[in-house]
């Protein structure tokens, strides 16, 4: 299986701030990588999916990059609302495995 | 749009049986593969079981292969899971999502196993 690790797992920012979260994939999967918000009680949202293509109706402070091995998810001004927890997520192949998580905290 | 409508979650108690089902609206279900996933409460995310758009490639997680079995009716735009010998580490909140290019899941439904 693939495993994925994100990092880190928890990271306090402020409104306004830069946030890069990274994931790195145990071996290639190209460009096969997802990435996702959730929120207490809610289901994952997709933002970003083929490593770098943003989901129709994300705000453009997303970003994705990456290839290969390495990738991350730039949020480039901080708003309220992000805060929540994030995920990448491979699917190169059909077990789908997950990061384990990034939440983003008020600082 | 896309809607995923999961149903059939509730407590059960260990050992005991549950089916799930996931109604699809809003795009053409036959031409989409599925997964059924779970969230820990608490905790991350995991994937469960993997169903091709033709109904005919079937994979599932080591955590439930041999209790859990995925199917669908492309008939009736619904996707299920059959969950046998449910165990305490089972309780999570299930999702279907439709797989094209990253996941769009359903709102979720809370599996507890319990005595």
């Known amino acids: 299986d693939i495993q994925m690790t994100q990092s880190p797992s928890t990271l306090s920012a402020s409104v306004g701030d830069r946030v890069t979260i990274t994931c790195r994939a145990s071996q290639s999967i190209s460009y096969y990588l997802a990435w996702y918000q959730q929120k207490p009680g809610k289901a994952p949202k997709l933002l970003i999916y083929?490593?770098?293509s943003l989901e129709s109706g994300v705000p453009s402070r997303f970003s994705g990059s990456g290839s290969g091995t390495l990738f991350t998810l730039t949020i480039s001004s901080l708003q309220p609302d992000d805060f929540a927890t994030y995920y990448c997520q491979q699917y190169k192949s059909y077990s789908g495995m997950f990061g384990q998580g990034t939440k983003v905290e008020i600082k | 749009q896309v809607q995923l409508v999961e149903s059939g979650g509730g407590v059960v108690q260990p050992g005991r049986s549950l089916r799930l089902s996931c109604a699809a609206s809003?795009?053409?279900?036959?031409?989409?593969?599925m997964y059924w996933l779970r969230h820990y409460p608490g905790k991350g995310l995991e994937w469960v079981a993997f169903?091709?758009?033709?109904?005919?490639?079937?994979y599932y997680a080591d955590s439930v292969k041999g209790r859990f079995t995925i199917s669908r009716d492309n008939s009736k735009n619904t996707l299920y899971l059959q969950m046998n010998s449910l165990r305490t580490d089972d309780t999570a909140v299930y999702y279907c999502a439709r797989n094209a290019n990253g996941l769009t899941w359903g709102q979720g439904t809370l599996v507890t196993v319990s005595s």
């Open positions: 169903m091709s758009a033709d109904g005919i490639n079937k």
């Open positions: 083929k490593a770098s």
């Open positions: 809003g795009f053409t279900f036959s031409s989409y593969s």
